[in-house]
């Protein structure tokens, strides 16, 4: 069974870091897109950033230039790194696998999409 595991979360100032990690697990042979979504209180979830199996990498116009995300050589965990963080940045941050292929009877088959449970991001002024 196909798990995300997000971690990194916190309460920080505005202005610092923080580094969220999200590491796919459960026989795992490739996944096309990772990324990371956010939602806050009363709004809808939205893509903050995303990194395709080659590299190619997108990211929400609110956090260009600010976060950077990024996949270990494996392709099964992203990381997204927070810098200069606003209390704009506040939400329960999820992240997302898009086109998961998994290990099934020795040979790879399309096992769908995942999400993550969650993780909250609290930014204070």
């Known amino acids: 069974q196909v798990q995300l595991v997000e971690s990194g979360g916190g309460l920080v100032q505005a202005g610092g870091s923080l580094r969220l990690s999200c590491a796919a697990s459960?026989?795992?042979?490739?996944?096309?897109?990772m990324g990371w979504y956010r939602q806050a209180p009363g709004k809808q979830r939205d893509m903050v950033a995303t990194?395709?199996?080659?590299?190619?990498?997108n990211y929400a116009d609110s956090v260009k230039g600010r976060f950077t995300i990024s996949r270990d050589n494996a392709k099964t965990t992203v990381y997204l790194q927070m810098n200069s963080l606003k209390p704009e940045d506040t939400a329960v941050y999820y992240c997302?696998?898009?086109?998961?292929?998994?290990?099934?009877?020795?040979?790879?088959?399309?096992?769908?999409?995942?999400w993550g449970q969650g993780t909250q991001v609290t930014v204070s002024s």
């Open positions: 459960g026989s795992i042979f490739s996944i096309d897109v």
């Open positions: 997302n696998a898009v086109g998961v292929s998994t290990w099934n009877s020795g040979a790879p088959r399309k096992s769908g999409d995942y």
């Open positions: 990194i395709s199996r080659a590299g190619n990498t």
